[in-house]
């Protein structure tokens, strides 16, 4: 039975990717070992997402550790040639946090993709890969930019070149990238390498702010759930830096996972795609908070803290014409608006 391999299946991106191919009647495999709570404390926990996609048909689980390769070996070794693709989610995913422990930050980041590229190669090499990378590949260039700052948000002059949102080709050099830019831009090349060189079929999407209302939302990880969440519960925000208005993309994970099955069934070789809500989904942080304060009748409690986050970007929106021009029957359907709908529904539960 053709069987997908999901790795970080407890987080956001992975449980919607389980979900989504047990809903085509796929076997999923899931690995993950609940490391948010390490990372994040009880905020970042997923062990609710495993223990509910646990009760699935066809779900298996393995509480690994992606750094062992001989445990990966184990599960590859059992499956082999039925593994039809693998969804490689799991991540230290906050460039903060990648400071405190380097070598913690690579090993997961940088280390396990060899492990899983090279399991692939060795077990199934006719799998599709796909890949999570992250826009700080890029590092803090896109702060370089002709950004004009308005009353809500940073923003660039329509005339400017980069107004539909930044490409594949913007510079990854001579930049900060942060720690955990650095680990993910490692396995990133990595991933396009086993590609060119061994021929896998693997595709990579540097993502913007990955989002729904099943993210388990922390203060070093996942803005929007976050946010929602300090609002509802009454915590105080700490707002870091360039007075709020810093603009991200966001893109529902529904609608990236829909970009995966669409990857599966006609992959490509060594691509590379930046994924974001583009100019259908972004908002700056006052925004959101605007829009938030809108839906639950409840004021923001902020805490303003001037310096802001190391190599963090003042705004980042994701063109997305390259993935649109290679699969036309894909297209964003959540914006802004319904994702944070979406999210106070589900925390109001």
Not at 62 to 72: A, F, G, K, M, Q
Not at 148 to 168: N, V
Not at 188 to 194: K, L, P, S
Request: charged share 20%; aromatic share 14%.
């Amino acid at each position: 039975m053709k069987t997908i391999l999901v790795t970080g299946s407890g987080g956001l991106i992975g449980r919607e990717a389980c979900e989504f191919f047990l809903s085509q009647g796929y076997k999923v495999i899931g690995i993950d070992n609940n490391k948010r709570k390490y990372f994040f404390g009880e905020d970042g926990s997923v062990l609710n997402n495993i223990q509910e996609i646990s009760k699935i048909y066809n779900y298996t689980h393995y509480e690994v550790d992606i750094r062992s390769y001989t445990d990966l070996e184990n599960i590859f070794s059992e499956y082999s040639t039925d593994i039809d693709c693998i969804i490689h989610c799991a991540a230290q995913p906050s460039h903060d946090w990648a400071a405190k422990e380097p070598f913690t930050d690579f090993h997961i980041n940088a280390t396990a993709t060899i492990n899983l590229l090279e399991l692939t190669k060795t077990y199934c090499s006719d799998a599709v890969f796909i890949f999570m990378s992250t826009n700080k590949v890029y590092g803090d260039n896109p702060n370089n930019l002709n950004l004009i700052e308005l009353e809500t948000r940073f923003e660039l002059s329509e005339q400017d070149k980069y107004y539909p949102g930044l490409d594949e080709n913007f510079s990854i050099d001579n930049t900060k990238h942060s720690l955990f830019g650095c680990s993910k831009l490692s396995a990133d090349v990595y991933v396009q390498e086993y590609a060119r060189y061994f021929g896998l079929k693997t595709t990579t999407f540097r993502g913007g702010c990955l989002t729904g209302s099943k993210h388990k939302g922390a203060e070093l990880h996942g803005f929007l759930n976050y946010l929602v969440k300090c609002n509802l519960e009454n915590r105080i925000y700490n707002l870091f830096g360039y007075k709020g208005k810093q603009v991200r993309d966001n893109i529902h994970s529904s609608d990236l996972v829909n970009a995966f099955w669409h990857v599966y069934k006609n992959p490509r070789i060594g691509e590379v795609y930046n994924i974001g809500g583009g100019r259908f989904s972004n908002c700056s942080i006052l925004e959101a908070i605007n829009i938030i304060e809108s839906k639950t009748n409840n004021t923001m409690l902020l805490n303003y803290v001037e310096q802001n986050r190391s190599g963090d970007h003042i705004w980042w929106i994701s063109d997305i014409s390259k993935f649109k021009s290679h699969y036309p029957e894909w297209d964003l359907k959540y914006n802004v608006d319904q994702i944070i709908s979406e999210i106070v529904t589900n925390l109001n539960k």
